[in-house]
């Protein structure tokens, strides 16, 4: 028998943060997880996280935790399967330090994620983009803060948490304006380029922001970086005002994200290739930015435009000469 305590341990301070080099949201993610395992056990077996043993973390306390992610906690399949990936990789990395529970190990690593509907990527059009930009009050400092926020997210595809981490040297300027994100997940770096519009906006509010290289790109008052609850807000309560000019935003679901969905959808319909956007939105796998044709109704349109017409009667050809159709015999 064998303590979980020790390997536990291990696992963040070695494999985690020596080995892997996982950012602060990774390990933070694996430690909720493995908190809530931890104190769901306790509450089943009635021992302390510091007496568990392996043989107590079995398929069944698992699959025990991981329903009631959903039926108490209220989950989605989405997060417990998040949960699920910290679960399995705590495992993974215990099965090469405790072989005499191989037979648990490989049970729990059974354990397969729950699928689930995935929905429609929610993106703005064009108007939409322009009024919600456009909402911002620019007698403020916060509404010129806002408007840049916005302006860059949307023209981007940055990420919230790329967005509140950039600093004022990310910003260059000028011929070949680009912004460089240096924290993007996975710790890619990667820069993208920013059109005229967006610069000049951009170059205004750095002037009046006046900050030094290390501080924050759009700080709070008091010289903070926003939060990503600040940035949720903040998009929430400048669609409430856009909708007054562009209804249709009423029957959107609109987060931060949806802003980074939107600069997608834009370089698709614009005709740029999807390894490209893949590039541009820092994806690791092509894969992910194929939610985006699913998406698209004017790419599906214009393969329409490419398929035979409708009028075109049903049925098999058939020669209209008896010479035709001894050579179609042939």
């Known amino acids: 028998?064998?303590?979980?305590?020790?390997?536990?341990?291990?696992?963040?301070?070695d494999r985690l943060v020596k080995q892997q080099h996982a950012s602060p949201a990774t390990i933070g993610s694996y430690r909720d997880s493995l908190r809530m395992l931890l104190t769901y056990a306790q509450e089943h077996t009635g021992k302390t996280p510091a007496r568990l043993d392996w043989a107590d973390l079995d398929e069944t306390l698992i699959g025990g935790f991981l329903d009631s992610l959903e039926t108490e906690r209220h989950n989605s399949p989405r997060t417990r399967n998040l949960r699920l990936t910290a679960i399995r990789s705590?495992?993974?990395?215990?099965?090469?330090?405790?072989?005499?529970?191989?037979?648990?190990?490989?049970?729990?690593?059974?354990?397969?994620?729950?699928r689930f509907e995935r929905a429609l990527v929610s993106f703005l059009t064009?108007?939409?983009?322009?009024?919600?930009?456009?909402?911002?009050?620019?007698?403020?400092?916060?509404?010129?803060?806002?408007?840049?926020?916005?302006?860059?997210?949307?023209?981007?595809g940055l990420r919230v948490s790329e967005l509140t981490g950039l600093n004022c040297d990310n910003v260059t300027l000028g011929t070949g304006a680009s912004v460089h994100c240096e924290n993007g997940k996975g710790r890619k770096q990667r820069a993208v380029p920013l059109n005229t519009g967006t610069a000049a906006t951009l170059a205004g509010w750095m002037a009046e922001r006046g900050g030094q290289p290390g501080e924050p790109l759009f700080p709070t008052r008091t010289g903070r970086p926003l939060s990503?609850?600040?940035?949720?807000?903040?998009?929430?309560?400048?669609?409430?005002?856009?909708?007054?000019?562009?209804?249709?935003?009423?029957?959107?679901?609109l987060h931060p994200h949806a802003l980074r969905h939107s600069c997608a959808m834009a370089l698709l319909q614009a005709g740029v290739d999807t390894a490209v956007i893949a590039l541009w939105l820092g994806h690791a796998d092509l894969r992910s930015t194929n939610v985006y044709l699913q998406a698209d109704m004017t790419t599906k349109q214009r393969a329409l435009e490419l398929t035979k017409p409708d009028s075109t009667p049903p049925g098999r050809y058939q020669p209209p000469d008896a010479v035709l159709a001894f050579l179609e015999s042939l």
């Not at 990503?228 to 679901?253: E, F, G, W, Y």
């Open 126 to 156: 064009a108007e939409e983009i322009d009024a919600l930009v456009d909402a911002p009050d620019l007698d403020r400092w916060e509404g010129r803060r806002d408007r840049s926020l916005l302006l860059v997210a949307v023209r981007t």
């Open 1 to 13: 028998m064998s303590l979980i305590a020790p390997t536990l341990e291990s696992f963040f301070t």
């Open 90 to 114: 705590l495992v993974s990395y215990s099965s090469l330090q405790h072989p005499e529970h191989a037979a648990t190990f490989q049970r729990v690593l059974a354990i397969p994620p729950k």
């Open 228 to 253: 990503s609850d600040a940035v949720q807000r903040l998009v929430r309560k400048h669609a409430d005002v856009a909708a007054d000019r562009c209804p249709s935003l009423r029957n959107k679901r």
